[in-house]
């Protein structure tokens, strides 16, 4: 995670000339490391994860718990 949060922080350089969003700028935000949540068994189905944890997150835990 630490790896993509990098990539991000520095691909974001690029992006913040062409930014009108002042909250696209990835190192402003917080980050936080939340442990025992649902993870996926297999290669193919984080897309599937990733749109559950927008369902369920609230701001600060998953409102309820999920598997594969």
Excluded at 36 to 45: A, L, N
Aim: with cysteine; hydrophobic share 35%; aromatic share 12%.
């Amino acid at each position: 995670m630490k790896m993509y949060l990098r990539m991000a922080k520095d691909s974001s350089k690029e992006v913040d000339r062409f930014n009108r969003w002042p909250d696209l700028n990835v190192n402003s935000w917080e980050h936080v490391n939340i442990n025992h949540v649902p993870r996926q068994k297999d290669g193919t189905s984080c897309g599937l994860f990733v749109i559950k944890y927008i369902q369920l997150w609230s701001g600060s835990k998953l409102s309820k718990r999920f598997s594969q």
